[in-house]
């Protein structure tokens, strides 16, 4: 590690308590506007956590999405400057398990789940505003894919 890692990661870590509050206020805000969006589940927390601190902030489409509307949504998301990815990669597809012979089809409900998941931006500096605006261009998004609002 530098000198000037080693100096940065000491400064935020006398700014860890305040940085790690906005983190969950960011998170509180992207469940509050995410709950008008029946085509969307949040991160999932399991029943007996008592905090989380996100990464990233994943999100699943619903059962009508497929893998090809995921990556339109991600297209339209990008065409508004919004910063998203296909985030989920089964295990079973990646190169060392290919090469041993796995392939698609092999793991169906991992395949399903992976290609209805995708990261939207998470960091500090996320105001209400800004993830208003990231949620209503993923909702416009759906609609534009011809998913519409998909159950669960």
């Known amino acids: 590690m530098s000198d000037l890692t080693a ?4 400064a935020q870590l006398k700014r860890l308590d305040e940085i790690l ?9 992207y ?13 999932y927390v399991g029943p007996h956590v008592t905090e989380v601190n996100w990464l990233l902030y994943l999100v699943h489409l ?3 999405f497929t893998r090809s509307s995921r990556d339109a949504i991600v297209d339209d998301l990008r065409a508004a400057r919004i910063e998203s990815a296909a985030y ?5 597809l990646q190169r060392h398990y290919f090469e041993l012979g796995y392939r698609r089809g092999d793991f ?14 998470f960091h500090t500096h996320l105001t209400n505003n800004k993830i208003e605006f990231i949620v209503e261009t ?5 609609v534009n894919v011809g998913a519409g609002a998909a159950i669960y």
Not at 7 to 10: D, E, I, P, T, V
Not at 88 to 92: I, T, Y
Not at 108 to 121: H, S, W
């Open 31 to 43: 469940n509050a506007h995410m709950q008008s969006f029946e085509g969307i589940k949040p991160p």
């Open 62 to 64: 619903g059962t009508r």
């Open 138 to 142: 993923m909702k416009d998004a759906s």
């Open 108 to 121: 169906l409900v991992a395949e399903k789940i992976a290609d209805r998941a995708l990261v939207l931006p």
């Open 21 to 29: 509050e906005r983190r969950r206020l960011v998170d509180q805000l």
């Open 88 to 92: 989920s990669h089964p295990l079973h």
């Open 7 to 10: 100096a940065l990661g000491l």
